[in-house]
């Protein structure tokens, strides 16, 4: 079937949310709200109040509603890139420290010193050395002035400007015992600490990108490590909504140089409005008592 809807102006928009049900108070706010955010979006946040089945509202519906939602999920990116700005740099250390002690400077420039295929790596380190490239840093136009080689860098260098989704395909092709040693410093077991790094990049996209976190069910589904709470839970917090992401970026935070406690009682402050309402809970896979459950207090 061909797509054929046309283009609504702000005024119709209004019309067509409200003639579906949804109630708005004010659309003079509400038309600032699809100026500046647009309809589509803020459809993403509308979508859990209408009717199963049809386009039409449920009773009381408001788009007063929506925009909580929507600024909820704004704080939520926001807290959620700070924890993984933290994460992100005390991977890129320990993978740095591993593989430099490992195998030298340029550990990651000898296909080697990893466990994927000649081709993959050249395809990998094709995309560092455009990063490299790209990066504007005083550290690498002294490198390429005084030494040969560019663009390849030692790697304490290359990982600075090396994004996190190169670092995550890094760490996912090294060999077991180096993976396992980066993942000691998390206090994770490897498959765990890959999974979770991968998890972790995507989440970042998501919202780096201005994603929708509210209500998402992710395609990147993090492993549970094989014991205590994270084992024992799935049927209560499952690993394809945000607070096990959160539950995740917490305990990786415990072992970066953030003030953990801080950052988790800046996410309570968003949650417990939000969760105060029983049908949210599912929306982002949060237990009833998840202020105090162990994967979370």
Same mark, same amino acid.
């Given at each position: 079937?061909?797509?054929?809807?046309?283009?609504?102006?702000?005024?119709?928009?209004?019309?067509?949310?409200?003639?579906?049900?949804?109630?708005?108070?004010?659309?003079?706010?509400?038309?600032?709200?699809?100026?500046?955010?647009?309809?589509?979006?803020?459809?993403?946040?509308?979508?859990?109040?209408?009717?199963?089945?049809?386009?039409?509202?449920?009773?009381?519906?408001?788009?007063?509603?929506?925009?909580?939602?929507?600024?909820?999920?704004?704080?939520?990116?926001?807290?959620?890139?700070?924890?993984?700005?933290?994460? %992100?740099?005390?991977?890129?250390?320990? @993978?740095?420290?591993?593989?430099?002690?490992?195998?030298?400077?340029?550990?990651?420039?000898?296909?080697?010193?990893?466990?994927?295929?000649?081709?993959?790596?050249?395809?990998?380190?094709?995309? #560092?050395?455009? %990063? #490299?490239?790209?990066?504007?840093?005083?550290?690498?136009?002294?490198?390429?002035?005084?030494?040969?080689?560019?663009?390849?860098?030692?790697? +304490?260098?290359?990982?600075? @400007?090396?994004?996190?989704?190169?670092?995550?395909?890094?760490?996912?092709?090294?060999?077991?015992?180096?993976? +396992?040693? @980066?993942?000691?410093?998390?206090?994770?077991?490897?498959?765990?600490?890959?999974?979770?790094?991968?998890?972790?990049?995507?989440?970042?996209?998501?919202?780096?990108?201005?994603?929708?976190? *509210?209500?998402? #069910?992710?395609?990147?589904?993090?492993?549970?490590?094989?014991?205590?709470?994270?084992?024992?839970?799935?049927?209560?917090?499952?690993?394809?909504?945000?607070?096990?992401?959160?539950?995740?970026?917490?305990?990786?935070?415990?072992?970066?140089?953030?003030?953990?406690?801080? *950052?988790?009682?800046? @996410?309570?402050?968003?949650?417990?409005?939000?969760?105060?309402?029983?049908?949210?809970?599912?929306?982002?896979?949060?237990?009833?008592? *998840?202020?105090?459950?162990?994967? *979370?207090?």
């Amino acid at each position: 079937m061909q797509y054929t809807k046309g283009a609504l102006t702000f005024a119709d928009q209004i019309a067509l949310m409200t003639q579906r049900g949804l109630v708005i108070d004010n659309p003079e706010l509400a038309t600032q709200y699809l100026r500046r955010v647009g309809y589509y979006r803020l459809m993403g946040y509308l979508f859990p109040l209408r009717t199963p089945g049809s386009d039409h509202f449920e009773a009381d519906s408001t788009f007063g509603k929506a925009v909580e939602y929507y600024q909820f999920d704004q704080a939520l990116r926001h807290l959620m890139l700070e924890a993984i700005g933290h994460i %992100e740099v005390a991977v890129r250390t320990a @993978v740095t420290y591993e593989l430099a002690h490992a195998y030298g400077a340029f550990a990651h420039c000898d296909h080697l010193n990893l466990n994927e295929t000649q081709a993959w790596h050249a395809n990998w380190l094709d995309g #560092v050395r455009y %990063e #490299v490239t790209r990066a504007r840093e005083t550290f690498i136009d002294h490198y390429r002035r005084k030494y040969d080689g560019y663009p390849d860098l030692p790697i +304490w260098m290359a990982s600075e @400007v090396m994004s996190l989704g190169a670092l995550s395909k890094l760490v996912k092709a090294m060999h077991g015992k180096d993976k +396992w040693n @980066v993942a000691s410093h998390f206090g994770l077991a490897d498959v765990t600490f890959e999974s979770w790094i991968h998890a972790v990049a995507v989440v970042r996209n998501i919202c780096a990108h201005h994603g929708r976190l *509210w209500n998402r #069910v992710f395609g990147v589904r993090p492993k549970r490590p094989r014991s205590g709470s994270w084992q024992n839970m799935p049927h209560l917090i499952p690993n394809d909504r945000s607070f096990f992401m959160l539950c995740v970026l917490h305990a990786l935070l415990s072992h970066t140089a953030i003030d953990v406690d801080r *950052w988790r009682g800046s @996410v309570n402050a968003i949650l417990r409005p939000l969760l105060a309402d029983q049908s949210n809970l599912q929306r982002i896979g949060a237990p009833a008592n *998840w202020e105090f459950h162990p994967l *979370w207090h």
